[in-house]
Each structure stands twice: as C-alpha cells, then as structure tokens.
C-alpha cells in the first residue's frame, strides 16, 4: 500500500511566496446560507474564487515557465511528475548555500525524483525566508541532466541564488525539460 507524505505549503489568502508577486485572495461567491435560498431540501454548497499568482506555495514550473517553446505544465507527461522512485539529498546541517555536484557523488538518479532538503522551509512565513536561500549550482544541474534525473525539487525560496538574475539552473534544468518544484516542506519525512 503506498504511504502518502505531503511536501507543499498550504495556501492561504494574504500570504507572500517572493517579493513583489501578488498575495492570494479569496472571494465568497456563495456561502452555506446564502445557497440554502437558491436550493431546495437542505442543500447547500460553499462556492469561492481563488485569485494567485502560479508561483504561489508550493509549484511546479514547466519548460514553459522559462522558455516561450517549451511544453507547459498540462503537456509535461505524468512520468515526469508522478509516481517517480525518490533521491532525498540532505544539506540541512551545510553551511554552503550553493549545493554543487559534489553532493551527487556515487548515486543512481536515473529516472527519479531528486529532491534538496536544506532546512530553509522552517523559515516559511517569516521574513527571513525571503533572505539569501540555499539553491543548486550550475554544475549541479548540468550534473543532474547528465544522471537522468526526471524531476527536481528543493524546500528553498528558488532553485536558483536570488542574486543571480540569469538563473542557471531554471535555464538548465527546464532546457533539458526536467520539471522543477519549489518551496517544498517536510522532506525529512521522506526516507
């Protein structure tokens, strides 16, 4: 029987994700009471509207995301998003924010999920989240290309070092189609 772990932020109406994309905001079209005039027999529905920005909690980016030719996320194939084997890459006690291909010494990724657990997610909903992040290098991202990997996440404000606006390994990774994942959490329930 397969044992569900979730690794996403909750979503929830005001909160910031990155400096300057808009919060999200929730709108009541129709609460319990105001469906209970409309309806008959006791029934009732609770009808809202979702506002945000698709960079919002915890996502995945597609090719598209960064490349206006690349596939977006309803074309990327469910091999590449779902039910992938998993590689937890722990960096939680490093004092390195740029994580290089060092750390994928001597493992098999072939086809699998590649996850980063740096421990910057106990930083969600503060401040200091929005600080200098831990994020992948260039040469580990040429590197997870080169391993095969399919997927790649990190619980990390961006995959990328916020002060390097050509942003490698979003250029590297979604270029060779492997979909990316940020501000993920809880990856040190994942084995």
Not at 34 to 42: A, E, P
Not at 101 to 121: D, I, P, Q, Y
Request: glycine share 8%; with cysteine.
């Amino acid at each position: 029987m397969p044992h569900f772990i979730e690794v996403s932020h909750a979503i929830e109406a005001g909160m910031k994700t990155y400096p300057g994309l808009p919060e999200p905001r929730v709108e009541v079209q129709m609460d319990f009471g105001q469906s209970r005039k409309q309806y008959t027999g006791g029934t009732e529905f609770f009808i809202a509207n979702l506002h945000l920005c698709g960079n919002t909690g915890t996502y995945v980016d597609s090719p598209f995301h960064r490349y206006d030719y690349g596939p977006d996320l309803a074309a990327l194939p469910l091999d590449k998003l779902a039910h992938l084997p998993v590689e937890v890459i722990d960096h939680s006690v490093s004092w390195s924010r740029g994580i290089n291909k060092e750390s994928l010494r001597a493992r098999n990724l072939e086809g699998k999920a590649v996850l980063f657990r740096t421990g910057w997610s106990q930083y969600w909903g503060t401040p200091r989240y929005f600080e200098l992040n831990p994020f992948l290098t260039a040469d580990c991202c040429e590197a997870l290309v080169g391993a095969g990997a399919a997927f790649v996440g990190i619980d990390s404000l961006n995959i990328d070092d916020i002060e390097d606006l050509t942003r490698p390994a979003h250029s590297i990774l979604l270029g060779a189609e492997i979909p990316v994942c940020e501000h993920m959490t809880n990856l040190q329930a994942l084995p």
